[in-house]
């Protein structure tokens, strides 16, 4: 019944900015925590950001740390992140992933286990 739906990807120049968003469905969004993920190309799928249900904690991989903000609206089912000083490094299809319960931790990536089909951010350099 999870149903994950991301949008907001495409090209940009690096320094540029975009806002990906992930609408959610099927399950009490505002009990959860979620994430975003994401795999460039030749590489493994790493761990962006992750938020707490209540957008209290939030963890980001050191890369981002300054650039991306994660964040959520519970009350329209939809996570987002916001990219700024974009670099060709991002260039990946990023994922948004449903996590644990308010009772599980928000910030072990293993305990992710629900994904969308993804959207692709490039970028030039």
């Known amino acids: 019944q999870v149903q994950l739906v991301e949008s907001g990807g495409g090209s940009v120049q690096a320094g540029g900015s975009l806002r990906l968003s992930c609408a959610a469905s099927?399950?009490?969004?505002?009990?959860?925590?979620m994430g975003w993920f994401r795999q460039g190309p030749g590489k493994e799928r790493e761990w962006v950001a992750l938020?707490?249900?209540?957008?209290?904690?939030?963890y980001y991989i050191d890369s981002v740390k300054g650039r991306f903000t994660i964040s959520r609206d519970n009350a329209k089912n939809t996570l987002y992140l916001e990219m700024r000083s974009l670099t060709f490094e991002d260039t990946a299809m990023y994922y948004c992933?449903?996590?644990?319960?308010?009772?599980?931790?928000?910030?072990?990536?293993?305990?992710?286990?629900?994904w969308g089909q993804g959207t692709q951010v490039s970028v030039s350099s």
């Open positions: 099927g399950y009490n969004y505002r009990n959860y925590c």
């Open positions: 992933a449903k996590g644990p319960s308010i009772y599980g931790d928000c910030s072990r990536p293993s305990n992710y286990n629900s």
């Open positions: 938020d707490s249900p209540a957008n209290t904690l939030t």
